[in-house]
């Protein structure tokens, strides 16, 4: 039983992995264990969180654009000359755009949709090879897949293209899954709440926001960074060996009450 979560020895990649959720389950990664990739578009920031998260462990920075094709086959190929498997990949990076639906721009779609869901599946072709190696019928890669409550539920803001991307995500989860189980992958996802971030820092300016934000979960607080680090831990690990398709809400039970 002592080994049923453990990752010691394995590897992955985590995409947005310089901040917010991406970092916070690299750093439960390479804490680990898990010699952890993290990739971000702003190099100066990635190789920041690289170096603080290397006082747990191995985590190497890899710079890269994931909204262009060009982006995803530059990583994928540092990652192939560095790497001969791959045992565990994080989709995690993401975008999101407001603005009211009358005034909702073409451009705020488009790139919400490219890296929220279209990278996410040109990443996992990419990756195949890698995550082929590592795959067994005792112990299968894994393909963590990062959505959203926002995706189950109104998230009352105009974040259209967020919300549509991230149900989307969900159904590719389910559709990869099914696609490549006899390959031994597996493929879940993740569906958070209310986790302080960049993109949430709206919600989390002022102690009284933060408070307000707090009183909106039924548990009464916001995620911290082991509250996204264990569900990928647990996904990652052998506990999880039989689990594929699913998607796993961490968000304090906000879904379930509305």
Same mark, same amino acid.
């Given at each position: 039983?002592?080994?049923?979560?453990?990752?010691?020895?394995?590897?992955?990649?985590?995409?947005?992995?310089?901040?917010?959720?991406?970092?916070?389950?690299?750093?439960?990664?390479?804490?680990?264990?898990?010699?952890?990739?993290?990739?971000?578009?702003?190099?100066?920031?990635?190789?920041?969180?690289?170096?603080?998260?290397?006082?747990?462990?191995?985590?190497?920075?890899?710079?890269?654009?994931?909204?262009?094709?060009?982006?995803?086959?530059?990583?994928?190929?540092?990652?192939?000359?560095?790497?001969?498997?791959?045992?565990?990949?994080?989709?995690?990076?993401?975008?999101?755009?407001?603005?009211?639906?009358?005034?909702?721009?073409?451009?705020?779609?488009?790139?919400?949709?490219?890296?929220?869901?279209?990278?996410?599946f040109f990443l996992v072709q990419k990756c195949l090879p890698l995550l082929k190696a590592s795959a067994s019928p005792e112990a299968p890669a894994r393909i963590i897949n990062v959505s959203s409550i926002?995706?189950?539920?109104?998230?009352?803001?105009?974040?259209?293209?967020?919300?549509?991307?991230?149900?989307?995500?969900?159904?590719?989860?389910?559709?990869?899954?099914?696609? *490549?189980? /006899? $390959?031994?992958?597996?493929?879940? %996802?993740?569906? !958070?709440?209310? @986790?302080?971030?960049?993109?949430? #820092?709206?919600?989390?300016?002022?102690?009284?926001?933060?408070?307000?934000?707090?009183?909106?979960?039924? *548990?009464? /607080? $916001?995620?911290?960074?082991?509250? %996204?680090?264990? !569900?990928?831990? @647990?996904?990652?690990?052998?506990? #999880?060996?039989?689990?594929?398709?699913?998607?796993?809400?961490?968000?304090?039970?906000?879904?379930?009450?509305?």
């Amino acid at each position: 039983m002592s080994d049923l979560f453990s990752l010691e020895g394995k590897t992955a990649l985590v995409t947005g992995g310089s901040r917010g959720i991406g970092a916070m389950i690299a750093r439960g990664l390479v804490a680990a264990g898990v010699k952890t990739y993290i990739s971000a578009r702003k190099e100066a920031e990635l190789v920041a969180t690289a170096e603080g998260l290397s006082a747990y462990g191995h985590c190497i920075p890899v710079p890269a654009d994931l909204s262009t094709a060009e982006g995803i086959s530059q990583l994928t190929q540092e990652l192939a000359g560095r790497e001969s498997r791959l045992d565990i990949l994080v989709n995690n990076a993401g975008a999101t755009w407001g603005a009211p639906i009358d005034v909702f721009p073409e451009s705020g779609w488009d790139r919400v949709l490219d890296l929220n869901l279209k990278a996410p599946f040109f990443l996992v072709q990419k990756c195949l090879p890698l995550l082929k190696a590592s795959a067994s019928p005792e112990a299968p890669a894994r393909i963590i897949n990062v959505s959203s409550i926002n995706a189950m539920r109104h998230s009352h803001m105009d974040n259209f293209s967020y919300s549509a991307s991230k149900a989307g995500l969900i159904a590719l989860t389910r559709h990869l899954a099914a696609n *490549l189980a /006899r $390959s031994h992958i597996t493929v879940n %996802a993740v569906a !958070p709440g209310m @986790f302080p971030s960049r993109m949430t #820092a709206f919600l989390y300016e002022t102690e009284e926001q933060r408070r307000r934000t707090d009183a909106m979960v039924p *548990l009464g /607080r $916001s995620g911290d960074w082991e509250d %996204a680090a264990g !569900p990928a831990i @647990f996904l990652a690990s052998r506990a #999880a060996a039989f689990v594929t398709g699913a998607t796993l809400i961490v968000d304090g039970g906000v879904a379930a009450n509305a």
